[in-house]
């Protein structure tokens, strides 16, 4: 997302519960939670006029951020599902990628290596390419990638908190121009984000040969949507 700074003002932050933000609170982190925390982040860096963009569970945030209040402009870069129904298909076919026969000989080829031995710092490197293998539309471009860490009670009771969660009656609300990305090949149902984008009235651009991680598999495709949209909407 750092091309984004070459032309914009961008501030990124880690979520409660991930990266740096590490939770200790005994109160379990819901939805809301985070929607307060992006609040006070916007309201202490007066970030007046506001574009949002939003990747992954973060398009879900902006999304419910924006149902609240009014960011000028939002772009959801493949949003996690604006609806239950939508993310139990995903996690059904995530699970099926995970266990197919190309990342299960990946997995086989790596502990056969010796680089658990060799290379522990490596190894564990490699273990998070492909526990997120699945996500790509081409398991093998799961390579040279940054792991990160989401403490696991925060992300379920996040999930918990949102129940039998359905936001497509709700989408219409959100006034401002909206840009959704979602890659064709994406284990999260693309028809969540056509039927979210027909609810906003939002932009629409569907990659093709691309699964969850645009930035990698088509990021000139991505960047030359996100551009065109930054410089066209106000």
């Known amino acids: 997302m750092l091309h984004l700074a070459e032309s914009h003002d961008v ?14 609170d005994d109160e379990p982190v819901t939805w ?30 902006a999304t419910l951020y924006s149902l609240q209040k009014n960011p000028n402009r ?23 990628r995970s266990q197919s026969p190309e990342i299960q000989r990946m997995r086989a080829e790596l502990e056969a290596s010796g680089l658990k031995e060799s290379n522990q710092e490596a190894y564990r490197q490699r273990l998070f390419e492909l526990s997120v293998a699945g996500y790509f539309a081409h398991p093998e471009n799961a390579t040279n990638l940054t792991p990160f860490r989401v403490i696991a009670r925060t992300q379920q009771s996040v999930w918990d908190s949102l129940g039998d969660y359905d936001l497509f009656t709700e989408l219409g609300k959100i006034a401002c121009p909206v840009l959704i990305v979602h890659g064709r090949d994406d284990p999260i149902p693309a028809a969540s984000s056509i039927e979210g984008a027909k ?9 093709d040969d691309c699964g969850h991680v645009p930035y990698v598999e088509q990021p000139a495709k991505l960047f030359a949507a996100l551009d065109e949209f930054l410089g066209t909407s106000r």
Do not use: C
């Not at 609810?199 to 990659?207: E, I, S, V, Y």
């Open 11 to 24: 501030l990124f932050y880690d979520q409660r519960g991930g990266g740096r933000s590490r939770s200790t």
């Open 32 to 61: 809301q939670t985070h929607v307060d925390d992006l609040d006070n982040i916007i309201d202490e860096f007066s970030l007046e006029p506001l574009t949002l963009i939003g990747y992954s569970w973060g398009g879900l945030l």
């Open 74 to 96: 939002l772009a959801l870069i493949d949003p996690a599902p604006f609806a239950r129904r939508y993310r139990i298909e995903f996690e059904n076919e995530f699970r099926r």
């Open 199 to 207: 609810a906003m009235n939002a932009r629409l651009k569907l990659l």
